[in-house]
């Protein structure tokens, strides 16, 4: 009780000492809000000329011969002057009111300055922060204010139109360049001076887009649609574009519903088979593909398909991204030989339009790449991933963001190799990249800060994990909102590295926040709602309360067969998790059965070889020696250790662990020789190895000392 007083002592003490300063605060926004309400500006006439001036003059310098820098610099100069002049002998003294003016600001930005030295209260100091910045960009709105008092006359404007479409032309430049922030500061002094070109709001969504600012992208949209004539085919382009940033926020139903207002436009300009009628079928397949939707994504796909086969044949380029975006489909439909094939027909098509070099040929081979990591053909990815790193650094450079999407796919590639370091150096490559062209509020920045996060809880370092998830929650919160698909699934990734540090009822919350946040954007039926349905299983099954995991493993198997099909990996992980619970049960005829299901889709997903189909063999042996069948396990953890031989090596510590499973099968079997050797295998392995396996040597050491005495 003493605790929770005290607190509450403090609480009160913070609010006593915001009211002390309440009086003071009043006599201040008076003089703040004088001070705005003044009709002219800040200061004296000349120092208005230099100020508004001042980035006119920086800008024209850098245009060299481009513009005559000086001489419209002094248009604009010599025109205020003139105007300044002319009100001043109509008796309206503008510098008296100026100074004036300036006077009352100053005297209220030192009262302010003053109280946030003298308050720690950060709600207050908000508050005094916001007056005071509201006062410094005071000098901007008068600047407009006094402009646009002679808007109506055409030589200002034709001065305003040329510098505005200077900035708006150097905009566009650095935008081409990625260059966003800077893109964003000249489209901001375009539109000072023209707030009302369609085409300046316009650019600055999309730069606001490209810098995840997607709300503010979305008003600037919506601005520029307001100033466009409704019958024009921009109209069309501008709901295509605010639906991209709502499936992006994961707004899927309202961004097909724009994507349709889009096409209901395309349709009656241009008609059934045109270009962009083919464009927003595939921006629609798009839609569906995140929503989960797999099959509806590839009945739009191939919609824009069969549009653009009729109207370009198959070598064009639009061709090839939508056979790009067909095989995306079938990859997350687990399908991943259609994935493959589909992505090698992009492949051929672009390299005969663009040759070996093109920034989309990368994408199609990083795409290779991610299907053949997939199939566990780790040999296969890397090589694609190369390729298109290669591709990508010599089109367009080591820091372009399309380079931070190949480190993130290779640094992907080492975490499923088991080499989570090096993963990280990729991770942290990416997150450089991003942070200087994006900045470091951007959701892109929040989806490393995760995949570090799971770097670190495959290192074991749970805590470390959840520092980042907790830094890309921070981010998506801010960005996309609590109710966004990305923040689900940081709390998903929360969740189970508190699983991992045996924090059950805390990964327990964790899921069920995941949970709520997919059944209310993607429905009850999405891919991962069943993952997140299968990750609650799983922690109730360590609470050993099993009926209850058996319950929500059912629910995530029950999705995936309906949604997905019989043949989806999701479906294996729900078989072998099943059969995990019963093993624990102690239900080895059933558990069985559910291993023999899952082995027979990862067998036909994956092939012979994959890491996941060892798990389940691994999981199988333990069953028979539990059951004393000491050869039938030998058998299954012998399949174990061929696949990790084939896919990831001698070296591994999943290697290593598959040598020590089978080494105490053969001590059971009183085969001391042969369980010697594998042994000794085992502890070569985990001696080397760079992570701590104090625990695991001691083992081997005794069971050596084991072997040793029987011999």
Same mark, same amino acid.
């Given at each position: 009780?003493?605790?929770?007083?005290?607190?509450?002592?403090?609480?009160?003490? $913070?609010?006593?000492?915001?009211?002390?300063?309440?009086?003071?605060?009043?006599?201040?926004?008076?003089?703040?809000?004088?001070?705005? /309400?003044?009709?002219?500006?800040?200061?004296?006439?000349?120092?208005?000329?230099?100020?508004?001036?001042?980035?006119?003059?920086?800008?024209? $310098?850098?245009?060299?011969?481009?513009?005559?820098?000086?001489?419209?610099?002094?248009?604009?100069?010599?025109?205020?002057?003139?105007?300044?002049?002319?009100?001043?002998?109509?008796?309206?003294?503008?510098?008296?009111?100026?100074?004036?003016?300036?006077?009352?600001?100053?005297?209220?930005?030192?009262?302010?300055?003053?109280?946030?030295?003298? !308050?720690?209260?950060?709600?207050?100091?908000?508050?005094?922060?916001?007056?005071?910045?509201?006062?410094?960009?005071?000098?901007?709105?008068?600047?407009?204010?006094?402009?646009?008092?002679?808007?109506?006359?055409? *030589?200002?404007?034709?001065?305003?139109? *040329?510098?505005?479409? $200077?900035?708006?032309?150097?905009?566009?430049?650095?935008?081409?360049?990625?260059?966003?922030?800077?893109?964003?500061?000249?489209?901001?002094?375009?539109?000072?001076?023209?707030?009302?070109?369609?085409?300046?709001?316009?650019?600055?969504?999309?730069?606001?887009?490209?810098?995840?600012?997607?709300?503010?992208?979305?008003?600037?949209?919506?601005?520029?649609?307001?100033?466009?004539?409704?019958?024009?085919?921009?109209?069309?382009?501008?709901?295509?574009?605010?639906?991209?940033?709502?499936?992006?926020?994961?707004?899927?139903?309202?961004?097909?519903?724009?994507?349709?207002?889009?096409?209901?436009?395309?349709?009656?300009?241009?008609?059934?088979?045109?270009?962009?009628?083919?464009?927003?079928?595939?921006?629609?397949?798009?839609?569906?593909?995140?929503?989960? &939707?797999?099959?509806?994504?590839?009945?739009?796909?191939?919609?824009?398909?069969?549009?653009?086969?009729?109207? =370009?044949?198959?070598?064009?380029?639009?061709?090839?991204?939508?056979? *790009?975006?067909?095989?995306?489909?079938?990859?997350?439909?687990?399908?991943?030989?259609?994935?493959?094939?589909?992505?090698?027909?992009?492949?051929?098509?672009?390299?005969?339009?663009?040759?070996?070099?093109?920034?989309?040929?990368? !994408?199609?081979?990083?795409?290779?790449?991610?299907?053949?990591? /997939?199939?566990?053909?780790? &040999?296969?990815?890397?090589?694609?991933?190369?390729? $298109?790193?290669?591709?990508?650094?010599?089109?367009?450079?080591?820091?372009?963001?399309?380079?931070?999407?190949?480190?993130?796919?290779?640094?992907?590639?080492?975490?499923?190799?088991?080499?989570?370091?090096?993963?990280?150096?990729?991770?942290?490559?990416?997150?450089?990249?991003?942070?200087?062209?994006?900045?470091?509020?951007?959701?892109?920045?929040?989806?490393?800060?995760?995949?570090?996060?799971?770097?670190?809880?495959?290192?074991?370092?749970?805590?470390?994990?959840?520092?980042?998830?907790?830094?890309?929650?921070?981010?998506?919160?801010?960005?996309?909102?609590?109710?966004?698909?990305?923040?689900?699934?940081?709390?998903?990734?929360?969740?189970?590295?508190? /699983?991992?540090?045996?924090?059950?009822?805390?990964?327990?919350?964790?899921?069920? @926040?995941?949970?709520?946040?997919?059944?209310?954007?993607?429905?009850?039926?999405?891919?991962?709602?069943? #993952?997140?349905?299968?990750?609650?299983?799983?922690?109730?099954?360590?609470?050993?309360?099993?009926?209850?995991?058996?319950?929500?493993?059912?629910?995530?198997?029950?999705? !995936?067969?309906?949604?997905?099909?019989?043949?989806?990996?999701?479906?294996?992980?729900?078989?072998?998790?099943?059969?995990?619970?019963?093993?624990?049960?102690?239900?080895?005829?059933?558990?069985?059965? =559910?291993?023999?299901?899952?082995?027979?889709?990862?067998?036909? #997903?994956?092939?012979?070889?994959?890491?996941?189909?060892?798990?389940?063999?691994?999981?199988?042996?333990?069953?028979?020696?539990?059951?004393?069948?000491?050869?039938?396990?030998?058998?299954?953890?012998?399949?174990?250790?061929?696949?990790?031989?084939?896919?990831?090596?001698?070296?591994?510590?999943?290697?290593?662990?598959?040598?020590?499973?089978?080494?105490?099968?053969?001590?059971?079997?009183?085969?001391?020789?042969?369980?010697? @050797?594998?042994?000794?295998?085992?502890?070569?392995?985990?001696?080397?190895?760079?992570?701590?396996?104090?625990? @695991?040597?001691?083992?081997?050491?005794?069971?050596?000392?084991?072997?040793?005495?029987?011999?």
């Amino acid at each position: 009780m003493k605790k929770i007083f005290l607190a509450l002592t403090l609480f009160l003490g $913070s609010i006593n000492a915001t009211k002390n300063i309440n009086s003071s605060f009043n006599n201040v926004s008076n003089s703040v809000i004088n001070v705005v /309400n003044e009709t002219l500006g800040k200061k004296a006439q000349k120092e208005i000329v230099k100020s508004l001036s001042k980035d006119i003059i920086s800008h024209f $310098s850098k245009m060299g011969k481009k513009l005559d820098n000086l001489e419209d610099n002094k248009q604009l100069m010599n025109y205020l002057m003139k105007q300044i002049r002319l009100s001043k002998e109509k008796n309206i003294s503008i510098k008296e009111q100026l100074e004036k003016a300036q006077q009352e600001r100053q005297k209220a930005l030192n009262e302010i300055i003053k109280m946030q030295n003298q !308050t720690h209260n950060s709600d207050y100091l908000l508050v005094l922060k916001n007056a005071q910045k509201a006062l410094e960009n005071y000098s901007e709105n008068r600047y407009r204010e006094i402009l646009s008092k002679y808007r109506d006359d055409k *030589n200002l404007q034709e001065i305003i139109k *040329n510098i505005s479409n $200077s900035y708006y032309l150097e905009s566009k430049s650095y935008y081409r360049d990625v260059d966003y922030n800077k893109a964003l500061s000249k489209i901001k002094k375009a539109i000072r001076f023209n707030d009302k070109s369609s085409n300046y709001l316009y650019l600055d969504g999309q730069i606001l887009y490209r810098l995840g600012k997607y709300d503010k992208s979305i008003k600037y949209y919506k601005k520029s649609l307001a100033l466009m004539d409704k019958n024009s085919s921009d109209v069309s382009t501008l709901y295509n574009n605010i639906a991209e940033i709502l499936r992006v926020k994961g707004k899927y139903d309202k961004a097909i519903e724009y994507y349709q207002k889009s096409l209901d436009i395309v349709l009656e300009t241009y008609g059934a088979r045109h270009q962009y009628t083919a464009t927003i079928y595939n921006n629609m397949g798009d839609a569906w593909l995140f929503k989960g &939707e797999y099959d509806k994504s590839i009945v739009f796909y191939e919609k824009s398909l069969d549009i653009t086969l009729k109207l =370009f044949g198959i070598n064009h380029f639009d061709t090839a991204t939508t056979y *790009n975006n067909l095989g995306e489909a079938h990859r997350l439909k687990g399908d991943y030989d259609k994935s493959i094939e589909y992505y090698k027909k992009s492949l051929l098509i672009t390299k005969n339009i663009v040759g070996e070099f093109h920034p989309a040929l990368a !994408t199609t081979y990083n795409n290779l790449g991610d299907a053949y990591k /997939n199939k566990g053909n780790y &040999e296969k990815a890397i090589e694609y991933y190369e390729i $298109s790193l290669s591709i990508t650094i010599k089109v367009l450079g080591k820091k372009h963001p399309n380079t931070a999407i190949i480190y993130n796919s290779l640094a992907g590639l080492d975490r499923l190799k088991g080499e989570y370091k090096k993963s990280i150096e990729y991770y942290q490559k990416a997150l450089d990249i991003y942070k200087k062209t994006l900045g470091e509020e951007h959701p892109y920045i929040a989806t490393l800060y995760n995949n570090i996060g799971l770097s670190w809880s495959d290192i074991g370092d749970y805590d470390k994990a959840i520092d980042f998830y907790e830094e890309g929650l921070e981010i998506y919160l801010q960005t996309l909102g609590e109710n966004h698909t990305n923040t689900a699934t940081t709390y998903n990734n929360i969740g189970l590295a508190s /699983n991992d540090k045996g924090d059950y009822d805390d990964a327990l919350e964790y899921y069920q @926040k995941a949970l709520n946040i997919y059944l209310k954007t993607l429905g009850s039926h999405h891919p991962n709602v069943a #993952v997140t349905y299968n990750n609650i299983g799983l922690a109730w099954s360590k609470k050993e309360e099993y009926d209850n995991a058996i319950a929500y493993l059912e629910k995530s198997l029950e999705i !995936t067969l309906k949604y997905l099909g019989k043949n989806h990996i999701y479906g294996a992980s729900a078989y072998n998790n099943l059969g995990e619970v019963y093993q624990a049960k102690k239900e080895y005829k059933k558990a069985l059965d =559910f291993y023999d299901k899952a082995i027979k889709i990862k067998l036909k #997903v994956f092939g012979k070889y994959h890491r996941s189909t060892a798990i389940t063999y691994n999981n199988m042996a333990n069953i028979f020696k539990d059951k004393k069948d000491y050869s039938k396990a030998k058998r299954f953890y012998k399949k174990c250790i061929d696949i990790s031989l084939k896919t990831l090596g001698d070296k591994h510590k999943i290697t290593a662990k598959y040598y020590y499973n089978i080494a105490v099968v053969l001590f059971l079997k009183k085969d001391f020789k042969k369980s010697s @050797k594998e042994f000794k295998k085992s502890k070569k392995i985990y001696g080397k190895s760079h992570q701590s396996n104090d625990k @695991k040597l001691k083992e081997i050491k005794k069971w050596l000392s084991k072997i040793k005495k029987n011999i």
